[in-house]
């Protein structure tokens, strides 16, 4: 049971950390202008230097949208896993950690409505060639996996 625990414990860190990433760094969408490679994120649009994100007027409520559920996403993960620890020490043997796993699963929420705001609004970025998904995308949906699973795991995880 240990053992369980303290997986659990280390992928929520590492979901923490990814999500820290990816909504902190500026690779969702990776193309090439004139051979030199750009990335933008949810913040910057980097080149050779980076500058403000330029968005039509149409796409700035979707773009503030993701940013705001992933910040979301960021602080409901560090207090879950904050009632993790919480829990791990004061309830009695034979409980569940309910609290914890709904937590988690507000964070996959926010999680999945900011990605998938990203994947419908922003699939391209104009003037550039070769346009794909950056790291960060990924991290998102990786992110949005792992804490699915780890909500299940402690709404389902007995404290023995």
């Not at 049971?1 to 280390?10: H, K, Q, R, T, Y």
């Not at 990814?18 to 690779?27: D, K």
């Not at 913040?43 to 700035?60: P, T």
């Not at 937590?103 to 794909?132: D, E, N, P, Q």
Request: hydrophobic share 60%.
């Amino acid at each position: 049971m240990l053992v369980l625990l303290a997986g659990i414990f280390v992928v929520h860190i590492a979901t923490v950390i990814m999500l820290f990433v990816s909504t902190i760094a500026n690779v969702w969408m990776v193309g090439y202008s004139n051979t030199v490679k750009a990335s933008s994120g949810l913040w910057l649009l980097c080149n050779r230097s980076c500058r403000q994100l330029a968005v039509a007027s149409s796409d700035d409520a979707s773009l503030k949208a993701v940013q705001a559920f992933m910040i979301l996403s960021i602080i409901f993960s560090v207090i879950a896993l904050v009632i993790f620890i919480v829990q791990l020490f004061t309830l009695e043997k034979g409980k569940r950690f309910y609290i914890t796993g709904a937590v988690m699963l507000v964070c996959w929420l926010c999680i999945l409505i900011g990605a998938s705001i990203y994947t419908a609004r922003f699939t391209k970025m104009t003037g550039f060639t070769g346009v794909h998904h950056g790291y960060c995308f990924i991290l998102a949906w990786i992110c949005f996996c792992f804490s699915f699973i780890i909500s299940i795991l402690y709404l389902v995880l007995r404290k023995k």
